[in-house]
């Protein structure tokens, strides 16, 4: 008997009954507000109430932090992956797992159970950490994405080769290569979303000087808004 087809309403309940799912949406919401707040619509009032919004995702997200490091902590323990790669995966999912863990520490000062005399260091070490995950990260991705546009030429001539031989398309090639060059574009997104989380990482790090091009409460709310909208695409159809 096969399985019943998901419609909107079961995905959407499905969705946001995984931590992942809220995280992302709460992502998603809060850059949206701080966009329209950057924007400095004349509704002076409306833009208090998306800014304290905005403030209080922002700590609600971090609840849903909370055990995150052990993922990537998991993700090292069972690595297959040795020499060169095998450091960058240790670069990646080490800053990943240490931003992750500081970030508990941070939300508890956020809620006053912990003294705000660690913010300020907390919030540091925490964006350090991300940015050196993100940097990771990317290098592996860049790996993983050449290795893809090599295996879509392969299939490209396989497909080629078929035709010329035997006049036809083989179906299976096709879809073969359909599903490498989704792979590529969803793993070119994932490198754009790093990217912009860096580009806001690397203003916490900052501790709030002024980089040109990246300090821009604009900027920073479009940096969040992609991150949020590609990470939403990716847990929305796992």
């Not at 992302?24 to 701080?34: E, G, N």
């Not at 540091?124 to 991300?130: I, K, L, T």
Request: hydrophobic share 45%; proline share 1%; with cysteine.
């Amino acid at each position: 008997m096969s399985k019943p087809q998901e419609d909107f309403l079961d995905k959407t309940s499905r969705f946001l009954a995984k931590r992942e799912g809220i995280d992302k949406t709460l992502k998603v919401l809060r850059y949206t507000a701080r966009l329209v707040v950057s924007l400095q619509p004349k509704d002076q009032e409306l833009t208090r109430r998306l800014a304290a919004f905005e403030k209080s995702v922002g700590v609600s997200r971090k609840a849903f932090r909370l055990g995150k490091f052990l993922q990537d902590v998991n993700s090292l323990r069972h690595s297959q992956t040795k020499d060169a790669q095998f450091f960058l995966e240790l670069v990646a999912y080490g800053g990943e797992g240490i931003y992750y863990f500081l970030e508990q520490f941070t939300w508890l000062v956020k809620t006053g159970a912990l003294s705000k005399d660690l913010e300020e260091r907390l919030a540091y070490a925490s964006a350090f950490a991300e940015l050196v995950g993100y940097a990771g990260n990317i290098w592996l991705s860049l790996l993983k994405l050449q290795k893809l546009m090599q295996q879509e030429r392969e299939v490209e001539a396989a497909i080629t080769k078929t035709c010329k031989e035997e006049g036809v398309t083989d179906a299976a090639l096709e879809a073969k290569l359909g599903a490498v060059r989704f792979q590529r574009r969803l793993r070119t997104a994932f490198i754009v979303q790093d990217l912009a989380d860096s580009v806001m990482a690397l203003n916490d790090v900052a501790a709030g000087g002024k980089i040109r091009g990246i300090s821009s409460p604009v900027v920073l709310a479009l940096a969040g808004l992609t991150s949020g909208g590609i990470s939403f695409y990716k847990n929305w159809n796992l």
